[in-house]
């Protein structure tokens, strides 16, 4: 019998390669926001550079107003100041109806600084100090408790004014959808806020008017707010049922999605998020369903914050330096398991690892480091803001990786993002990234830049300037001893010319 040698088979992973400049379409060119060039923008004001579109922040709260009001006889909105509270943002949600949402005594400030009083502030969070606490009660504030000290204090306050204090009690639910913000309030779900909506009635001069449930953030189920709207209706019928009085108002907090896209994210944002009718649709359908016969519906309040400003935003960033950055080759790595080369595992190891140990092989791809970083793209921890060439560049897209100007390995924008060509000083636009991203952005390494907004007349006003060393360093206080400055003292052992 002639038997053939045997031939280990060969293990090799198919990779489309760049061959085809074309693979990864077009991405297409925006060369002006709201109709006012990038040029003109960066040689006015500089890169990097927030730009805010007024008339999309006017569009996106009309929007959500039209889509509740259309299906619920009594909604009002508040504009959430951790999302963005640049004054120039807060007041024009403020100019189109809305009232406002806070979550500390700093941001209670700001509100009152813009104009509104305290019986349109929304007093949310975990922590509200004393003093925050007794100027919100004397300028009636509709403040959430979130917790059983936050409670002892308010009582205790209200006994020292002898009177009355109206308040929200803050819970969470499980919907089912996503890990439960347990943080935040008691549980809807286990009669815990049940007991201590009893408790408080029972013990003190406290007065709870309505229930609030912020179920989580970028909402990609509606569902979930059907579920949640359920549990608090339900439970604001079981307060009543236990002697107390239904409440006023429902608090469904905010958590409606952008058009932002998640790392990971499989659909494309258009796709993915529900529209604002969708929400509407759950919340108030849910309401309307559960609430006693024969009762007045009760006010609902809604602290949209992302979903109105997101989109709204974006930032002119300009290229700095353009690298190639050494890839692990998959061909390469695992065709060499078939040609005596190391074993699978090894050859998996190394490619994990850039390719590059035991002669494996290694492609590399295109690298742009921007004057931008995530000091003040904070946001893109979670998701994948689009990038555009400001210019038309030569045709055809390359992965590229998308680094930013800090001094950190981890300052990375985009891992891989479909980009032309691009060499030192072309200009992208990034968006969106509206949301968060000033409020949680910082002076680590760089300056923030410049934001502007650009009104419906296409005027660009600057709203706030570039940063300067006083503004980092203007709270700082330096010792006596170390005040005067004195010149480095020679090192020791230095030989003199």
Partial sequence: MNLQPYIAPTIRRVCQTTANPQRL???????????????????????????????????????????????????????SYKTNYLNAICRVFHQEGSIAEVVSGFEYEKARHNGIPGNQIIFNGPWKSVESLRRAVSEGAMIQVDNRDEIVALARLAEELQTSIAVGIRVHVDTGTHAVWSKFGFSADDGEALRMMTWTRENTRLRIRGIHCHVGTFMLDAGAYATATKAVVG????????????????????????????????????????????????????????????????????????????????LISSVVAVKQRRMPDA???????????????????????????????????????????INILYTTAWYQPSIYPATQTAPGMQPTTVYGCLCMNIDVIREEAALPDLKAGDAV??????????????????????????????????????????????????PGHLAETEQPTA?????EP
Avoid at 261 to 274: D, N, V
Avoid at 354 to 371: E, I, K, P
Avoid at 461 to 474: K, P, W
């Fill in 235 to 314: 439970l604001a019928i079981a307060a009543q049922e236990a002697g107390g009085a239904l409440v006023e108002y429902l608090n469904l907090g905010g958590g409606f999605a952008s058009h932002a896209r998640l790392h990971g994210q499989y659909l494309p944002p258009e796709q993915a998020t529900p529209g604002f009718d969708d929400y509407a649709s759950a919340i108030c359908s849910s309401i309307k369903q559960g609430w006693p016969e024969g009762c007045p519906l009760p006010k609902l309040y809604l602290e949209t914050g992302r979903a109105l400003v997101d989109e709204a935003g974006y």
């Fill in 429 to 478: 636009v990034m968006h969106p990234v509206g949301a968060y991203n000033m409020t949680q952005s910082m002076q680590f390494i760089a300056y923030r830049p410049a934001v502007v907004m650009i009104d419906p007349g296409r005027r660009v006003h600057l709203i706030r300037r570039r940063e300067v060393l006083e503004d980092v360093q203007g709270p700082e206080l330096v």
């Fill in 491 to 495: 090192a020791i052992g230095r030989h």
């Fill in 331 to 373: 061909n390469g790595a695992l065709a060499a398991y078939g040609k005596g080369g190391p074993t699978v595992a090894s050859a998996v190891r190394a490619y994990g690892k850039g390719g590059v140990a035991n002669g494996l092989g290694s492609t590399r791809r295109n690298a742009v480091v921007l004057d931008a970083g």
């Fill in 25 to 79: 379409g077009r991405v297409p060119v925006m060369d002006a926001i709201d109709g006012v060039p990038v040029s003109r923008l960066i040689e006015t004001h500089g890169s990097p550079l927030f730009v805010f579109s007024e008339a999309n922040l006017r569009e996106k709260i009309r929007g959500v107003r039209q889509a509740f009001e259309s299906v619920y006889p009594n909604v009002t909105f508040a504009w």
